[in-house]
Each structure stands twice: as C-alpha cells, then as structure tokens.
C-alpha cells in the first residue's frame, strides 16, 4: 500500500531537491519521505499501469543515522538507475540491523516511468530533528 505526501513536502532548494518528512520515530519518518522521493522520479499514472510487483530486500549497516539515510537512498537510486527498477514504497525496519524492503517491479517501460532524475542524496543540510513524540527529517538530493 502506498503512502500518501501527507507526512512530507518539498521544501525550498536553489538548485536541489529537498523533501522535509515527519514520523514517529526515524524509520518512520524516512518511509514517509519517500513519496515526495517517488512523486518527483516516477510517473504516477505509468506507474500505476505496472503489475507483478515483488519485494526487493537489502540491509543497511548500523551506524550514525545520518549514514543509514545515506545509505538507504544510496540503495534506493542505484535500483531505479542502475538495475532499472521501478520503487514505489519502502518500510524499514531498524532493530539490530537495519532492513528495508521495497516494492519492486521490473519493466520494459522503465523510460516512460520516468519523469526526474536524482543522482545522489547528499549530507550537505541533512538534518535529524528528535522531538518528543516526533522525528523530522530534512533530506537534499542532487539533481
């Protein structure tokens, strides 16, 4: 099930993407960044069109938080760039390890799914923001 942008926006960058979320707690928070992530990368009504959606699996290594969500997106952008695949929903789960599994699909249409590209998240104001009952992430992304 997708999430909606309810819980993320875009925020105001010269010349970057930067996508402003909150959540619960940090995996949640970097869930509800990625629909703002999809909605500026995919067509929406291609994408909608796909079917034989599987779940790609990978584990991040534990460390600074800031480096998980590094690493997180890092994964993320070399599955749609490099293998092509199309990404429309992540969930995290951050316990001893940090496993996220993505919706997946594979697709001979993969150029007509596109509509933006991101070449890389950067630590450049990344920014982790705890609260009491809330963590709000700003994320920038090169473009």
Same mark, same amino acid.
């Given at each position: 099930?997708?999430?909606?942008?309810?819980?993320?926006?875009?925020?105001?960058?010269?010349?970057?993407?930067?996508?402003?979320?909150?959540?619960?707690?940090?995996?949640?928070?970097?869930? #509800?960044? !990625?629909?703002?992530?999809?909605?500026? /990368?995919?067509?929406?009504? +291609?994408? $909608?069109?796909?079917?034989?959606? =599987?779940?790609?699996?990978?584990?991040?290594?534990?460390?600074?938080?800031?480096?998980?969500?590094?690493?997180?997106?890092?994964?993320?952008?070399?599955?749609?760039?490099?293998?092509?695949?199309?990404?429309? #929903?992540? !969930?995290?789960?951050?316990?001893?390890? /940090?496993?996220?599994?993505? +919706?997946? $699909?594979?697709?001979?249409?993969? =150029?007509?799914?596109?509509?933006?590209?991101?070449?890389?998240?950067?630590?450049?104001?990344?920014?982790?923001?705890?609260?009491?009952?809330?963590?709000?992430?700003?994320?920038?992304?090169?473009?």
């Amino acid at each position: 099930m997708r999430r909606s942008k309810k819980h993320c926006k875009f925020g105001e960058s010269k010349a970057d993407i930067r996508i402003i979320s909150k959540g619960k707690e940090t995996g949640e928070a970097i869930e #509800n960044s !990625f629909p703002c992530f999809f909605s500026y /990368v995919f067509d929406s009504d +291609e994408v $909608a069109q796909l079917k034989d959606w =599987k779940q790609t699996r990978f584990d991040v290594e534990r460390g600074d938080i800031e480096d998980i969500i590094h690493d997180i997106y890092s994964e993320i952008i070399f599955m749609i760039y490099a293998k092509e695949l199309v990404v429309r #929903n992540i !969930f995290i789960q951050m316990n001893k390890h /940090v496993k996220v599994i993505a +919706e997946t $699909a594979n697709t001979e249409k993969f =150029k007509d799914c596109l509509r933006g590209e991101i070449k890389a998240i950067t630590y450049h104001n990344l920014n982790i923001i705890k609260g009491n009952n809330n963590v709000i992430l700003d994320l920038t992304f090169d473009v």
